[in-house]
């Protein structure tokens, strides 16, 4: 594919055209680009390329990681009002589609996701976490006093992926929206103790931990709710 960008008088400059005032030893790159990403028509922020399919399935308008350059509780997405977090994930999660049903199965069974929130000055911050799939939201236990914990409670937004398989070919990403239950993990755990036992039983022998120490050594509890799935 050739690299392209389009420029703000609607033009397009191929690769390799000289461009007056460019940057480089060939003056081909403009000062302001202004560019558009190829093939998603969104502004270019320099971000990883998504596959083209997946992009073009992705739901719009939903919530991204939160960007600040400034101290102080992070910003939540504006929200209208309109939008129904229940609806929203029945939506994207299509089970007529391959990719999604996979999903759904991975969120079931794979036993470590990678949860990613951003800091006050937007900074993010990643770490692998045992979860539980329960009524279409990801149910996380939690140190009290752990750094996500924290990001979660002044608003950070949550992006999760699981693992993508050997080859890369088994993807799961998640942006979603969260928030510190009420309730403890104890009290979680006692609605789906078995399957959590069940899941986890390989994992917690390791550990030389049985569910009760799990629940009183992460007592708080992060509600993920999705908001955009990418798979395939």
Known sequence: MTDAFRTRDGGIEGEGTKKDG???????IPNEPGGVGVGAGEPTTFEPEEDPEAAARRVPDAPSLARTGTSGPIPRPMSTGR?????MTAAIFD???????????KLHHDLIAWFTTVDAHGEPHSVPVWFFWHDGKMIVFSEPTSSKLHHVRHGSPVLVHLDSGRFGNDVVVMNGTAEISER???????GFADDYNEKYAEA??????????VVEKYPAVIIVTP??????
Do not use: I, P, Q
């Open 22 to 28: 460019g940057l480089g030893s060939e003056g081909t």
């Open 204 to 213: 917690m022998d390791d550990f030389g931990m049985d569910a009760d120490a």
């Open 184 to 190: 403890s993990a104890a009290d979680w755990l006692r």
């Open 95 to 105: 089970e007529s589609r391959t990719e999604h049903r996979k999903a759904l199965r």
């Open 83 to 87: 939008v129904n977090l229940e609806d």
């Open 227 to 232: 908001t955009k799935l990418m798979a395939w």
